[in-house]
């Protein structure tokens, strides 16, 4: 069975600064991470993802997470927040086999982006 | 290459009623699967098919159903629907019978009064 935990359900920083959002899972197999992002009324667009390989994965938008096995975490991070970032931010997790194509999701962080 | 399109992209209905939704994956995405997303419970995974079989069903009564055609496109069901049962449905296909090859659609934004 997977979990994913993501601290702070609201997250705040100002225009130019650093963008670091938590997330921390628990999985009984060697898990695959994804962060997703939605906008208003939008479906989930894929971020970036990992699932083998080098522990810190690029994605799209300056994107960058790092896969720590040791703290369970797969925390995101982008040095210079845009308006543009502004939105709900989903860490997901997957079993690297059996049951792999159910993600298990949390419970979302709303980024906010101050001028 | 088109994305993900799911119909209607918002539905009114009265709680009693049924209602099916639609999902036409992208072009050779042969898995489909089905997501609940709710302000109280977040994303919950409904289920995923994978050439017309059901693979994999997360935990929702039985009022809840799907299918998948020949052509992966996909429907589901929700019969007798009740207020909480309100939601954005989301939809996502990918190429294979993983999870980290998806893409997911707008959703269809379903309200039970």
């Known amino acids: 069975a997977q979990s994913v935990t993501q601290l702070g359900s609201h997250v705040s920083v100002s225009e130019g600064a650093l963008v670091l959002l938590r997330c921390n899972y628990s999985s009984s197999v060697p898990p695959y991470l994804f962060w997703y992002v939605q906008y208003p009324n939008q479906g989930l667009q894929l971020l970036l993802k990992?699932?083998?390989?080098?522990?810190l994965v690029k994605g799209i938008n300056g994107f960058e997470a790092e896969f720590k096995k040791s703290e369970t975490s797969f925390h995101l991070t982008k040095p210079s927040a845009h308006m543009s970032d502004a939105a709900e931010y989903f860490c997901?997790?997957?079993?690297?086999?059996?049951?792999?194509?159910?993600?298990?999701f949390g419970s979302g962080t709303q980024l906010t982006v101050l001028p | 290459k088109a994305g993900v399109t799911q119909t209607p992209r918002y539905l009114i209905k009265t709680r009693g009623q049924q209602v099916t939704l639609s999902c036409s994956p992208i072009s050779g995405h042969r898995s489909v699967s089905w997501y609940q997303q709710t302000p109280g419970q977040g994303l919950q995974f409904l289920f995923e098919y994978f050439s017309e079989t059901q693979r994999n069903k997360g935990n929702f009564p039985g009022r809840f159903s799907g299918r998948q055609f020949s052509n992966s496109r996909s429907e589901m069901n929700v019969s007798t629907l009740e207020l909480g049962d309100s939601a954005l449905y989301l939809c996502?296909?990918?190429?294979?019978?993983?999870?980290?090859?998806?893409?997911f659609g707008s959703g269809t934004r379903l309200t039970v009064v």
């Open positions: 997901a997790v997957s079993a690297s086999s059996g049951s792999a194509r159910q993600l298990t």
């Open positions: 990992y699932t083998t390989g080098a522990t």
């Open positions: 996502a296909s990918s190429l294979a019978e993983t999870a980290w090859g998806y893409t």
